[in-house]
Nanobody, 129 residues
Framework: QVQLVESGGGSVQPGGSLRLSCTASGRSFSTSTIGWLRQRPGKEREFVAAIIWSGARQYYAHSVKGRFTISRDNANMTVDLQMNNLKPEDTAVYYC??????????????????????RGQGTQVTVSS
C-alpha cells in the first residue's frame, strides 16, 4: 500500500509561481509512474503531468506544457510540480497519484486517469488577482 500527501498549495496572483510536493510512503513508489491530476471548480478531474519510475520521461497536458515541470527524487520518495506563469484557469485542487505500472508502451496511457489507482487528499491552488 502507498500513501501520498500533497503540500505547497496556496493563493497566488496571475503570472506567479508555486511548487507542489508529493511525499510518499510505501514500497511501490519508486517502481511506479507518478502523476499530478487536478479538479477545477465545476469540472471533471483531469491529467496534468506524469513522470515515469526512473524520472527519464515526463508527460504534460497541453494546457500546462512549457509552464509546469514535474520531477522526482526516489531516494526521498517525493515528486514535485513546479508551476510557473500561473493563470486563473489553473485554479483547482491538485492531487498526486500513483499509476498501476512503472511505465507504459503507449504514451496515451499516461493521460488516462483509469491508470492511477491511488491518490492523495489534494492541495488547493488559487490563482486570482
Amino acid at each position: 500500500q502507498v500513501q501520498l500527501v500533497e503540500s505547497g498549495g496556496g493563493s497566488v496572483q496571475p503570472g506567479g509561481s508555486l511548487r507542489l510536493s508529493c511525499t510518499a510512503s510505501g514500497r511501490s513508489f519508486s517502481t511506479s509512474t507518478i502523476g499530478w491530476l487536478r479538479q477545477r471548480p465545476g469540472k471533471e478531474r483531469e491529467f496534468v503531468a506524469a513522470i515515469i519510475w526512473s524520472g527519464a520521461r515526463q508527460y504534460y497536458a497541453h494546457s500546462v506544457k512549457g509552464r509546469f515541470t514535474i520531477s522526482r527524487d526516489n531516494a526521498n520518495m517525493t515528486v514535485d510540480l513546479q508551476m510557473n506563469n500561473l493563470k486563473p484557469e489553473d485554479t483547482a485542487v491538485y492531487y498526486c497519484a500513483k499509476s498501476r505500472f512503472r511505465e507504459y508502451p503507449r504514451s496515451s496511457s499516461y493521460y488516462d486517469l483509469r491508470e492511477y489507482d491511488f491518490r492523495g487528499q489534494g492541495t488547493q491552488v488559487t490563482v486570482s488577482s
